[in-house]
Every structure is written in structure tokens, then in C-alpha cells.
């Protein structure tokens, strides 16, 4: 079988988390992966997933819409560059760098411009 390369794992996870499939999303992350959120490092699928299961409850909201601003892809590695809109905020600028090994996301950070409507 054809090792995933680091677009396939982006795309796969960016429909998962389109689709709001859980189970998708987290297993896309390796057993000892790293997500570096602003509150501090998750460590591992059972930490990440939390994280996600907010975002999905928040984006479950109607009117919820998601825009890709740039995509780019240098071999393990891949950043996404996006904006949203939710009932509960505006992500004004927001961003996902992602390292692919195996494919398995083994590293990430997000970082966003969240500003509440309420």
C-alpha cells in the first residue's frame, strides 16, 4: 500500500473535520502526537480530542462557515491559513501548521484571532 503523502493526510483530516467525524479526525493524529494550543501543549489523541469535540459542537451551529485562505505543502510538512464564522465568534485569522510522518500527524500548532459576538 501507497505511504499517504502529507496532502493526503491534510485532505483526509480537513474533510474529516468538515464532516464532523470525531473519530476521523482523531485518528489521524499518531499515538505520541503534539498539538500546540495557546493554553499549552495536548499530548496524544485521547487530550486532542476534546479540543475537537468543542469545535464541533460550536460549528454544529447553523449559519457556521469555514474559508480556506492558503494551502501550502513542503514535504512533512503543511499549513492552512483560514477564516470562520460561528454563531458564538469570528475567527479572524487563523492558522494550523501540521507535521506528517508516516501518515500520521506527529506535530501541530493552531493559533487563531477569536473575537466572541456575544
Do not use: C
Amino acid at each position: 500500500m501507497k505511504m499517504m503523502s502529507t496532502s493526503d493526510v491534510l485532505d483526509r483530516h480537513l474533510k474529516s473535520f468538515a464532516k464532523r467525524d470525531i473519530d476521523g479526525v482523531v485518528a489521524d493524529y499518531s499515538s505520541d502526537a503534539v498539538l500546540f494550543v495557546p493554553g499549552g501543549p495536548l499530548k496524544g489523541p485521547a487530550a486532542i480530542k476534546p479540543l475537537f469535540e468543542a469545535f464541533f459542537s460550536e460549528f454544529a451551529k447553523p449559519g457556521s462557515s469555514f474559508t480556506m485562505q492558503l494551502r501550502s505543502i513542503d514535504g512533512d510538512h503543511a499549513y492552512i491559513l483560514w477564516t470562520a464564522e460561528t454563531a458564538d465568534n469570528s475567527y479572524e485569522f487563523a492558522t494550523d501548521t501540521f507535521v506528517v510522518r508516516n501518515g500520521q500527524i506527529i506535530a501541530q500548532s493552531f493559533a487563531a484571532e477569536i473575537k466572541p459576538k456575544h
